[in-house]
């Protein structure tokens, strides 16, 4: 599988965005997909994840209510759809296929990332 990421840019405090994933492949319907991202000089944090069927998600924590994964099977396409977008958020975010568990060790898959920028 192969992925892309797309849809970051720089916006302002309170804004939302949303980004897309697009994967290759016939078999993107099997697999559990996930968000992560990446500020400068820090680890690559876990988002969002989501089941093959898209029935189940998962959220960290700073997320919850603020962000909504999803996913169109047919379209081969993951989404993240990011409100009230705070300076923190900014980072690069990967998505990447194969678990829908918070480790970023358990996914085989990777996309080349997209930068989200939150300006004050």
């Known amino acids: 599988v192969q992925l892309q990421a797309f849809g970051g840019g720089l916006v302002q405090v309170g804004d939302s965005l949303r980004l897309s994933c697009v994967a290759s492949?016939?078999?993107?319907?099997?697999?559990?997909m996930g968000w992560f991202r990446q500020a400068p000089g820090k680890e690559r944090l876990f988002v969002a994840a989501i089941s093959w069927s898209g029935e189940t998600t998962y959220y960290a924590d700073s997320m919850k209510g603020r962000f909504t994964v999803s996913r169109d099977n047919a379209k081969n396409t993951m989404y993240l759809q990011m409100n009230n977008l705070k300076p923190e958020d900014s980072a690069v975010y990967y998505c990447?296929?194969?678990?829908?568990?918070?480790?970023?060790?358990?996914?085989?898959?990777w996309g080349q990332g997209t930068q989200v920028t939150v300006s004050s």
């Open positions: 492949g016939r078999t993107f319907s099997a697999y559990g």
């Open positions: 990447a296929a194969g678990s829908i568990n918070p480790s970023r060790y358990d996914y085989a898959y």
